[in-house]
């Protein structure tokens, strides 16, 4: 080029495609102003509900003399230990699909763009993907710090500067062990590996912070001496994770004696691991890429259609195939069957928190209590099957992408399509939700009329929620998505979520009541007995928004995927 070096495309040139198409996709949108608006309220709520129980909390930890700063240190110093666990496993899942998996790759890597160009622009889209909830989490924190110790807006400062080299290393080693792990294993089982090993790495997290019981902070009168409290607090602690530089850096500020140390620490091991990682990159990413797409090992899977055949013997062939189809589809996403690890650690450590509960504080008082308790419980629990459904109901009918239009261009009914989803996610949340309500009940010693009550509302509410993830998911669509865990996070998931609350409690503001008479005539006389209108009617409410609620979802889903042209 008569004697002059082309200029390669830099940073920007790799992320601006995919910023336009944002924009672009937000601009077309026909309800961004209802969306933003209905957003930002929720956000705001959410903001303001964090706000006020962290506020709450320091306030309290500050009227403690001699412990008040170290408690709001310690504070401090587990949410971002959480934060920091949180970031390592989410970045490890997320740098698989950016990195190896996305379809937009094969472009790039062909692209004559250097090694590092394209190591920081992946990097940055694994930090905006994976740490964009811990980034909103933390704001309502580091404000209430603000505000509890009258900080000055260089302390805002300061915050976004911590924050910004804390969300970059995990997302460095998240990638890195992607990196490492490609080139280790097969390909094939690369995505399998991966998924297992970063939900027994969180399921372990979770056990870990749950057996720890942060909680006890609260009340430093359950220990012996305030030698035994002292060694509670520094515990968890230490000095080698960034998260407890960042901590240091933040409360020496409030304290008035800032440390430069913990915060330029935190930047140059940043910096210093961003070089090496894209070391790395340059070194191994080539040979990572091309094992990758390597194509996966075909099995049989007999047992599983054989099983398929003898439970829908007397169904249509159609629909044998359908619910066939949707089990196949489930167990080859690593990334959805594995999550069933996370799930069962989480149901255990929910049924832990139960037993724990101290409900035994006199004869009339506990029998009060453990009712309200198991009745209340019945909320709790159906917000685990929300969330549930929320993960792997919601983007059913999304999953199916563009292949969409050869189900609609085919003879086959979309109801029949629908139903066959709606059992696949029934079927399984009945699984969970049963055992969990009864499993508490017992645990809890409650009476025979609240376990029969929740129990029979149970089996109704999973009805309705696998319902309304299942109309919602298809009323507001992704086809277009290269990650199914995004699904649930849109739009649509957030109203799913939002209606399933509001279901959850009219089911419990209608039942309260024959709930509450029953307690009161017990607490008056044993043999008491429960009277039948209150039942009836209580119960007749909730059978029928229970009906609506599976109904007008399914219906209006139904029509939505009629009308749709792809």
């Given at each position: 080029?008569?004697?002059v070096?082309?200029?390669?495309?830099?940073?920007?040139?790799?992320?601006?495609?995919?910023?336009r198409?944002?924009?672009?996709?937000?601009?077309?949108d026909?309800?961004?102003?209802?969306?933003?608006?209905?957003?930002?309220?929720?956000?705001?709520?959410?903001?303001?509900?964090?706000f006020?129980?962290?506020?709450?909390?320091?306030?309290?930890f500050?009227?403690?003399?001699?412990?008040?700063?170290?408690?709001?240190?310690?504070?401090?110093?587990?949410?971002?230990?959480?934060?920091?666990?949180?970031?390592?496993?989410?970045?490890?899942?997320?740098?698989?699909?950016?990195?190896?998996?996305?379809?937009?790759?094969?472009l790039?890597?062909?692209?004559?763009?250097?090694?590092?160009?394209?190591?920081?622009?992946?990097?940055?889209?694994?930090?905006?993907?994976?740490?964009?909830?811990?980034?909103l989490?933390?704001?309502?924190?580091?404000?209430a710090?603000?505000?509890?110790?009258?900080?000055?807006?260089?302390?805002?400062?300061?915050?976004?500067?911590?924050?910004?080299?804390?969300?970059v290393?995990?997302?460095?080693?998240g990638?890195?062990?992607?990196?490492?792990?490609?080139?280790?294993?097969?390909?094939?089982r690369?995505?399998?590996?991966?998924?297992?090993?970063g939900?027994?790495a969180?399921?372990?997290?979770?056990?870990?912070?749950?057996?720890?019981r942060?909680e006890?902070?609260?009340?430093?009168?359950?220990?012996?001496?305030l030698?035994?409290?002292?060694?509670?607090?520094?515990?968890?602690?230490?000095?080698?994770?960034?998260?407890?530089?960042a901590?240091?850096?933040?409360?020496?500020?409030?304290?008035?004696f800032?440390?430069?140390?913990?915060?330029?620490?935190?930047?140059?091991?940043?910096?210093?691991?961003?070089?090496?990682?894209?070391?790395l990159?340059?070194?191994?990413?080539?040979?990572?890429?091309?094992?990758?797409?390597?194509?996966?090992?075909?099995?049989?899977?007999?047992?599983?259609?054989?099983?398929?055949e003898?439970?829908?013997r007397?169904?249509?062939?159609?629909?044998?195939?359908?619910?066939?189809?949707?089990?196949?589809?489930?167990?080859?996403d690593?990334?959805?069957?594995?999550?069933?690890?996370?799930?069962?650690?989480?149901?255990?450590?929910?049924?832990?928190?139960?037993t724990?509960?101290?409900?035994?504080?006199?004869?009339?008082?506990?029998?009060?209590?453990?009712?309200?308790?198991?009745?209340?419980?019945?909320?709790?629990a159906?917000?685990?099957?929300a969330?549930?459904?929320?993960?792997?109901?919601?983007?059913?009918?999304?999953?199916?992408?563009?292949?969409?239009?050869l189900?609609?261009?085919?003879?086959?009914?979309?109801?029949e399509?629908?139903?066959s989803?709606?059992?696949?996610?029934?079927?399984?949340?009945?699984?969970?939700?049963?055992?969990?309500?009864v499993?508490?009940?017992?645990?809890?010693?409650?009476?025979?009329?609240?376990?029969?009550?929740?129990?029979?509302?149970?089996?109704?509410v999973?009805?309705?929620?696998?319902?309304?993830a299942?109309?919602?998911?298809?009323?507001?669509?992704?086809?277009?998505?290269e990650?199914?865990?995004?699904?649930?996070?849109?739009?649509?998931?957030?109203l799913?979520?939002?209606?399933?609350?509001?279901?959850?409690?009219?089911?419990?503001i209608?039942?309260g009541?024959?709930?509450?008479?029953?307690?009161?005539?017990?607490?008056?006389?044993e043999?008491?007995?429960?009277?039948?209108?209150?039942?009836?009617?209580g119960v007749?409410?909730?059978?029928a928004?229970?009906?609506?609620?599976i109904?007008?979802?399914?219906?209006?889903g139904?029509?939505?995927?009629?009308?749709?042209?792809?």
């Amino acid at each position: 080029m008569n004697g002059v070096t082309a200029k390669r495309p830099g940073l920007f040139w790799l992320l601006g495609p995919k910023l336009r198409t944002k924009i672009n996709r937000a601009r077309t949108d026909e309800g961004r102003v209802f969306k933003t608006f209905l957003l930002g309220f929720i956000g705001f709520f959410f903001w303001s509900l964090i706000f006020a129980v962290i506020f709450r909390m320091l306030i309290y930890f500050r009227g403690t003399q001699g412990i008040g700063d170290l408690l709001s240190s310690k504070l401090l110093g587990l949410a971002f230990v959480t934060f920091l666990m949180i970031l390592v496993l989410s970045n490890v899942i997320t740098a698989l699909s950016t990195f190896f998996l996305s379809e937009d790759l094969e472009l790039v890597v062909a692209a004559p763009v250097e090694a590092e160009t394209v190591y920081g622009a992946r990097l940055f889209e694994t930090i905006v993907d994976s740490s964009w909830m811990v980034a909103l989490l933390a704001v309502p924190l580091l404000a209430a710090y603000g505000v509890v110790y009258a900080a000055d807006p260089w302390y805002y400062l300061l915050a976004v500067g911590t924050l910004i080299p804390f969300l970059v290393i995990p997302a460095v080693l998240g990638t890195a062990a992607t990196l490492i792990l490609v080139n280790i294993f097969p390909a094939r089982r690369t995505r399998d590996l991966l998924a297992l090993i970063g939900l027994f790495a969180a399921a372990g997290v979770v056990a870990l912070f749950r057996f720890l019981r942060p909680e006890r902070l609260m009340r430093p009168e359950e220990f012996r001496d305030l030698v035994d409290f002292m060694a509670v607090l520094r515990t968890p602690t230490s000095p080698w994770l960034p998260s407890q530089w960042a901590a240091d850096a933040l409360m020496s500020y409030l304290g008035g004696f800032f440390q430069w140390f913990p915060f330029a620490f935190l930047w140059a091991t940043a910096g210093a691991s961003v070089v090496l990682g894209a070391w790395l990159h340059r070194r191994y990413y080539e040979a990572g890429f091309s094992r990758a797409q390597e194509g996966a090992e075909r099995k049989a899977g007999r047992e599983r259609s054989t099983v398929v055949e003898a439970l829908f013997r007397g169904a249509q062939p159609s629909t044998r195939s359908l619910v066939a189809k949707e089990i196949r589809v489930f167990f080859r996403d690593t990334t959805q069957w594995s999550q069933l690890i996370l799930l069962g650690v989480l149901v255990a450590v929910y049924v832990y928190n139960i037993t724990v509960l101290p409900l035994y504080t006199g004869e009339q008082v506990s029998f009060l209590l453990i009712n309200v308790v198991s009745f209340l419980n019945l909320g709790l629990a159906g917000f685990v099957v929300a969330a549930i459904a929320a993960r792997f109901v919601f983007p059913a009918m999304s999953i199916e992408g563009r292949m969409m239009w050869l189900l609609k261009s085919s003879p086959l009914d979309v109801r029949e399509l629908f139903w066959s989803k709606y059992w696949v996610g029934t079927v399984p949340l009945l699984a969970i939700a049963i055992p969990l309500i009864v499993i508490t009940n017992i645990v809890l010693e409650a009476s025979t009329f609240i376990l029969i009550l929740t129990s029979l509302t149970m089996i109704g509410v999973t009805f309705a929620l696998t319902a309304l993830a299942l109309g919602f998911g298809a009323l507001y669509p992704n086809y277009e998505t290269e990650n199914v865990a995004e699904i649930p996070t849109s739009f649509g998931g957030l109203l799913f979520m939002m209606c399933a609350i509001s279901y959850l409690a009219g089911v419990i503001i209608l039942e309260g009541w024959p709930v509450f008479l029953y307690l009161n005539s017990r607490l008056a006389s044993e043999q008491a007995t429960v009277s039948v209108m209150p039942v009836v009617l209580g119960v007749s409410g909730a059978s029928a928004i229970t009906l609506l609620a599976i109904w007008a979802p399914l219906k209006a889903g139904v029509a939505r995927v009629r009308s749709t042209e792809l």
